[in-house]
């Protein structure tokens, strides 16, 4: 990792920690404190969260094929992503994506934009 590549990937920790541990959490309804905790830290959801769901892959992994996938809390897409670069999604009848931010949606869009 050059200097330049260590310098962001500091960046961003220290911004994702700040958002998670400091950054106040405003709004009314639960949606919205929601949406406040997560708004800050959606663009580095997915790696921060890597290191904490180390296991994520593992469990994805062991998915029964077929069915109805509901992924509850699904975030970014990381998980309908990666199940998709194994060649998996077409065994599910349906998949649905259920989660209360719009940040982590609008990544989760933009991924099924991206990869179909």
């Known amino acids: 990792m050059g200097l330049?590549?260590?310098?962001?990937?500091?960046?961003?920790?220290i911004q994702?920690?700040?958002?998670?541990m400091l950054s106040p959490i405003r709004?009314?309804?639960h949606k919205e404190r929601l949406e406040s905790f997560y708004a800050g830290q959606a663009k580095n959801y997915?790696?921060?969260r890597k290191k904490l769901l180390a296991c994520r892959k593992t469990l994805l992994d062991k998915l029964p094929f077929g069915g109805i996938w509901v992924d509850m809390g699904g975030g970014t897409g990381f998980n309908i992503e990666y199940?998709?670069?194994?060649?998996?999604?077409?065994?599910y009848t349906k998949v649905y994506l259920?989660?209360?931010s719009p940040s982590?949606?609008?990544?989760?869009?933009k991924r099924i934009e991206e990869n179909g």
């Open 4 to 13: 330049i590549s260590a310098i962001i990937w500091l960046f961003n920790e």
């Open 16 to 20: 994702t920690m700040y958002h998670i």
């Open 27 to 29: 709004g009314i309804t």
């Open 46 to 48: 997915d790696l921060y």
């Open 83 to 91: 199940i998709a670069q194994l060649g998996r999604l077409k065994y």
């Open 98 to 100: 259920v989660d209360l």
């Open 104 to 109: 982590l949606l609008q990544i989760a869009v």
